[in-house]
């Protein structure tokens, strides 16, 4: 059974950091496409940054480019997302994702490519 479980989410003033981190088990973790998105209310849920099986390759939303960083432990089944500089506009609800996306890394896929989800966890971040 796969599970995705996330962790790090929590309040935050506007320029403050966070990291998230995202758990895999039960997935052959190493050849997975693992990313981050969001989903803030009355919002459609956006792909934020996304990582290559290697760690090879990431793709960022122009939105969080130089503030976010993705990364993945393949020895911990973990990625992360580092995020620094927050702004209100980057509240939302933070889930991460693992699929076999085609060009993983250069481009985000869509969101059907993308198999297995975690439950999400909540970064608010107050002006």
């Known amino acids: 059974q796969v599970q995705l479980v996330e962790s790090g989410g929590g309040s935050v003033q506007a320029g403050g950091s966070l990291r998230l981190s995202c758990a895999a088990s039960?997935?052959?973790?190493?050849?997975?496409?693992m990313a981050w998105f969001r989903q803030a209310p009355g919002k459609e849920r956006e792909a934020v940054a996304v990582?290559?099986?290697?760690?090879?390759?990431?793709y960022y939303a122009d939105s969080v480019k130089g503030r976010f960083t993705i990364s993945r432990d393949n020895a911990k089944n973990t990625h992360y997302l580092q995020m620094n500089s927050l702004k209100p506009e980057d509240t939302a609800m933070y889930y991460c994702?693992?699929?076999?996306?085609?060009?993983?890394?250069?481009?985000?896929?869509?969101?059907?490519?993308?198999?297995?989800w975690g439950q999400g966890t909540q970064v608010t971040v107050s002006s």
């Open positions: 994702a693992a699929g076999l996306v085609p060009l993983c890394g250069v481009v985000p896929g869509p969101r059907s490519r993308y198999n297995y």
């Open positions: 039960g997935v052959t973790y190493s050849t997975y496409c």
């Open positions: 990582i290559s099986p290697a760690g090879s390759h990431t």
